[in-house]
Each structure stands twice: as C-alpha cells, then as structure tokens.
C-alpha cells in the first residue's frame, strides 16, 4: 500500500500544490517564500507521475504474467480432469497441483464458432462477461485506465459453510504480434478496494485467457487459473469446486454462438 499512493491522497496534495501556485501567483502575502514556484511545479509532476508510475509498473507486470502462462504451460504434470464433448468437438479441463500448498492450477481450453474481433470485444468487457457467471455476487469497475486496463472488484458468493470470496485485480489486455488477443489478471492491493467484513480477500496469481483465431469464424480459447482462495477451505474442497469451470466456459461457448451475427 505504501508504493501505491491512494488517489485521493494525490488529489489533496495536488490541490494544496495548486493553492500554493495560485496564490503565489497572485501575490497573496501568506504564500509568499513558502513554495518557490519552480518547485511547486516538480512537487505537483512528482505526484502525477508517481501515480501514472504504478500503473505502468502493473502494466509491465501484466506482461510478464504472460511470460509466466506460457513457462507454466509448458511444465510437465497437467492431468486432464474434466471433458465436455458437443458436436464437432469437446471442451476440456486440465489441473497441476502446486507442490508446497497442494492447490491446483487450472487450464481450459474449448473451440468457439464466431469470428475473432467481436468475441475479443466481449472478453475484455469485464460487466457482460460477469453477467454469465452465476456464482459472481458483485463485478465493479473500480478505476478505467482507458489503454485497456483496469481495476476491478469481484465478490463470489459463498454458502452457509464458505464465506463470500473478493478480489482486488489489476486487468490488461493486450493483442500479440500473431494476432492472438490476451488477456491478464492478477491481485493488487487498491485504495478503493480494501477487505471487507465478513469476506475474505482471496489472492489471484495469474488469471490469463487467451484467444486465439482458426480462421474467419472460429477461436480457440484457452484460459489459466491460478491462486488462494485464503481462509479455512479444505484444499480438496477447493480443488474439487474448480473442476466446475469448465462448465462455465462452455456457457460462455453456447452464447457467443447464439448472439454472434457469422
């Protein structure tokens, strides 16, 4: 929390830095030989770029979870847990179990009939894509960056023995030299996000989806999972629910499909 600076920390030293600059420049007698105005002026640049730095710095780091996908898909251990077939081909789900905290990563992966472009557009739309998942109790996008990245809240609902889950992510999308589209999520601490009572702050290493295009109406969606839904969970437990997302992306399969103009 201390390299990230709350905005509206920034904002109230940038409208004192302001107050400063005017009144210097008025002459107000109480502002004068407090802040020389050349100093005002680097005060109020080191504050905005201080906060532009953070987000570039997740940018960066949004580029090297990609990285990290990439090596991680690669390693041996992948255990095929789950197939869904439908007509033309299947859907399919793969775990790696983490050696020190026996959690699994997951890997999706299914085939969708709509063309690339409008499918990109709906995956990066974090509201529409949420309204397809039933187990989300609140999506909200705390802060638009506006260069394809944002802060975003998530609550999942939990039931009478698992308390509601949140997280705090950073989210940025980005397009491949290849054409592939990607997408990059991961938890970060935020002002506007801190814990909340009676839910726990889960944390998200790495949450990747990548689409890719087969052709003029075709993508190949593959999507990584990985990270601590924290409290008291049995890892089993946890391990057993995450087998169900497969589920969810052959819902996401179905609607594109019907809502997609070919």
């Given at each position: 929390m201390?390299?990230?600076?709350s905005?509206?920390?920034?904002?109230?030293?940038l409208g004192?830095?302001k107050?400063?600059?005017?009144?210097?420049?008025t002459g107000?007698?109480?502002?004068?030989?407090?802040?020389?105005k050349?100093l005002i002026?680097e005060?109020l640049k080191?504050?905005?770029?201080?906060f532009?730095?953070?987000?570039?710095?997740?940018?960066?780091?949004?580029?090297?979870k990609?990285?990290?996908?990439?090596q991680?898909i690669?390693k041996p251990?992948?255990k095929?847990e789950?197939?869904?077939?439908y007509?033309g081909?299947?859907?399919k789900l793969?775990s790696?179990?983490?050696?020190?905290s026996?959690?699994?990563?997951i890997l999706?992966?299914i085939e969708?009939?709509?063309?690339?472009?409008p499918a990109c557009?709906?995956?990066?739309?974090?509201?529409r894509?949420?309204?397809?998942?039933?187990?989300l109790?609140?999506?909200k996008?705390?802060e638009?960056?506006?260069?394809?990245?944002s802060?975003?809240?998530h609550?999942?609902?939990?039931?009478?023995?698992?308390s509601?889950?949140?997280f705090s992510?950073?989210?940025?999308?980005?397009t491949l030299p290849d054409g592939?589209?990607a997408?990059?999520?991961f938890?970060v601490?935020?002002?506007k996000?801190p814990?909340r009572?009676?839910k726990?702050?889960?944390?998200?290493?790495?949450s990747?989806?990548?689409?890719?295009?087969?052709?003029?109406?075709?993508?190949?969606?593959?999507?990584?999972?990985n990270g601590d839904?924290?409290?008291?969970?049995?890892?089993?437990?946890v391990?057993?629910r995450?087998?169900?997302?497969?589920?969810a992306?052959v819902?996401?399969k179905?609607h594109?499909?019907k809502?997609i103009?070919r």
């Open positions: 201390e390299h990230f600076k905005r509206t920390t920034v904002i109230k030293r004192m830095l107050a400063h600059l005017t009144a210097a420049r107000d007698d109480i502002y004068k030989n407090v802040l020389p050349d002026n005060e080191a504050s905005i770029s201080h532009e730095q953070k987000h570039q710095d997740n940018i960066l780091k949004a580029k090297h990609f990285l990290d996908y990439q991680m690669m251990g992948w095929l789950k197939e869904i077939k007509k081909g299947s859907g793969w790696n179990s983490d050696k020190k026996g959690l699994n990563a999706r992966e969708i009939n709509v063309p690339h472009i557009d709906f995956f990066k739309d974090e509201i894509f949420s309204k397809l998942n039933e187990n109790k609140e999506t996008i705390v638009d960056l506006k260069n394809e990245s802060y975003i809240y609550c999942f609902k939990g039931n009478i023995v698992v509601d889950r949140d992510l950073f989210k940025h999308c980005f592939r589209f997408i990059v999520s938890s601490n935020h002002p996000m814990e009572r009676k726990v702050r889960a944390h998200a290493d790495l990747v989806y990548l689409i890719t295009p087969m052709g003029d109406d075709k993508i190949l969606v593959q999507t990584i999972q839904p924290k409290g008291s969970i049995p890892t089993a437990l391990n057993n995450a087998t169900k997302q497969l589920d992306l819902q996401i179905k594109l499909e809502t103009r």
